[in-house]
């Protein structure tokens, strides 16, 4: 997670400004891009969630900013990562980590088919030295620190026998806000797998009593937060 004050990272959509274009299969441009879940402005708050500014690259005092270009396949699922435009190896090493971690996107359509897309992401890193020593934003966390937080789902997950059954293993993320007295509310199932996955991160979520509210200018305000929960089969009971 990240602060976005005093080290932001910023993103913009960009794609070819060209007609149809069509490589191995995987389009340039199509008649209905594709689109992260809920658009641009879901995509920002995931980011802004999400990304972390390395600090090696803080250190460094390195900043500028990160394109990235990948593919998003028929089904919404990202594949064939790569860095084009490159400005700090941990600062490209996060960028490449978030894409992997996103939810599907609505794919690409061309001819009313869904298609394979290139698409492009820019991500700024940037230094903002004014308000180094004065940072009025900090986001919301879990009271013991994330390593505790991995640990707690770790130890409360129980493994639905649908999913045991039918194999399914993955990633659930929610997405919720956290008010200014620490509670969990509006909690929604960001990216689901089934199979009583969903229900049973949703129930992990709400035995956590208590989490640090964000705070804006040195006051408690209600912020967004998302949380993964993985069902793998190390985490089986």
């Not at 490589?23 to 809920?38: A, H, I, L, R």
């Not at 990304?51 to 005092?61: E, H, I, K, T, V």
Request: aromatic letters at 10%.
């Amino acid at each position: 997670m990240m602060a976005l004050i005093p080290c932001v990272a910023s993103a913009q959509l960009m794609h070819k400004d060209s007609v149809f274009e069509e490589k191995n299969d995987v389009y340039s441009y199509v008649e209905q891009m594709p689109e992260f879940p809920g658009g641009q402005a879901e995509l920002m708050k995931f980011l802004q969630q999400n990304l972390d500014y390395p600090s090696d690259a803080r250190a460094a005092g390195a900043e500028g900013k990160v394109v990235a270009q990948f593919v998003v396949n028929e089904d919404g699922s990202i594949s064939s990562i790569k860095i084009i435009r490159s400005v700090f190896p941990s600062c490209d090493s996060e960028v490449v980590a978030i894409l992997s971690r996103m939810p599907k996107w609505t794919p690409g359509m061309q001819n009313g088919s869904v298609v394979k897309v290139y698409f492009m992401l820019p991500v700024t890193f940037k230094l903002n030295e004014e308000d180094y020593t004065k940072p009025n934003i900090t986001l919301p966390y879990y009271a013991e620190g994330g390593d505790s937080l991995r640990t707690f789902i770790q130890k409360n997950i129980q493994y639905p026998k649908a999913a045991k059954k039918n194999r399914v293993e993955g990633t659930v993320v929610l997405s919720f806000d956290v008010d200014s007295i620490g509670q969990a509310k509006n909690i929604k199932i960001y990216k689901g797998i089934g199979s009583g996955c969903d229900e049973e991160a949703i129930r992990i979520l709400k035995l956590i009593s208590h989490w640090i509210p964000g705070t804006r200018d040195g006051k408690n305000v209600t912020m967004p937060f998302y949380m993964n929960v993985d069902f793998k089969p190390a985490a089986k009971k």
